[in-house]
């Protein structure tokens, strides 16, 4: 069985804003796995916790969100 999120849980999990993960989910380097019917929340799971790590460690050496994108997109490719 594999772990949901809410956007603050995973914000909370990666030390990250829920504006950030917001930014992210916007501009497509993360996406929700569904939503709830009843409140329409977005639910996230273990593999955005790793892309947002990925994210961030990325972040931290100075690359651009472009650079990250085409990263992503080629660790997902293999």
């Known amino acids: ?7 603050k849980d995973i914000a909370r999990l990666t030390g990250l804003s829920i504006d950030t993960v917001k930014f992210y989910l916007k501009i497509g380097l993360i996406s ?7 409140t329409n ?7 955005t916790v790793e892309t947002l790590n990925k ?4 972040r931290k050496q100075k ?16």
Not at 41 to 47: L, M, N, T, V, W
Not at 55 to 58: D, K, L, V
Not at 63 to 77: D, S
């Open 55 to 58: 994210i961030i460690r990325m």
């Open 1 to 7: 069985m594999r772990n949901l999120y809410l956007i």
């Open 41 to 47: 929340f977005r639910y996230f799971d273990d593999s």
């Open 32 to 38: 929700e796995i569904g939503r709830s019917p009843e």
């Open 63 to 78: 690359f651009p969100i472009q650079e990250i994108r085409k990263n992503l997109e080629a660790i997902t490719a293999l």
